[in-house]
């Protein structure tokens, strides 16, 4: 099962201080819009995801259908597929898509841990 691009998305308190901390790092503004409070950045093959207000905590995010430079891929598992094989496994979703739908969708698991994983597919 491909799960496409791979990054965190950290709920931030001040996204101009976190973008400065970042860029120390090494990322750069890939995308987002500052003025809506969220960017992504990227180092690399790593992505990070800048959210201020949108998000209660940190979560993985994979998006189905992008590579890591958020280029849509040609072969890609669609995330109603991937949704459906993680219910067979008895994973509990959280905001899930409808069955029968195929992209662009989203929904949300909870590792073990008490973790969010957002499995949002633009395409």
């Known amino acids: 099962m491909e799960l496409g691009c791979f990054s965190l998305s950290l709920a931030v308190k001040d996204i101009e201080a976190s973008k400065e901390f970042y860029e120390k790092l090494g990322f750069k503004v890939f995308a987002g819009d500052l003025t809506q409070k969220w ?43 991937i949704q459906q094989n993680l219910m067979d496994s008895g994973v509990e979703i959280k905001n899930g898509s409808e069955e029968d739908s195929s992209g662009p969708a989203s929904f949300m698991i909870f590792d073990p841990d008490g973790n969010p994983i957002l499995f949002d597919q633009h395409i």
Do not use: H, Y
């Not at 990070?48 to 207000?53: K, N, P, V, W």
């Not at 940190?58 to 597929?81: Q, R």
């Open 39 to 81: 960017l992504i950045m990227k180092n690399g093959a790593l992505n990070i995801g800048l959210f201020q207000g949108m998000f209660d905590r940190n979560m993985i995010t994979f998006n189905p259908g992008w590579s890591n430079d958020a280029e849509e891929l040609e072969v890609f598992t669609d995330v109603c597929e």
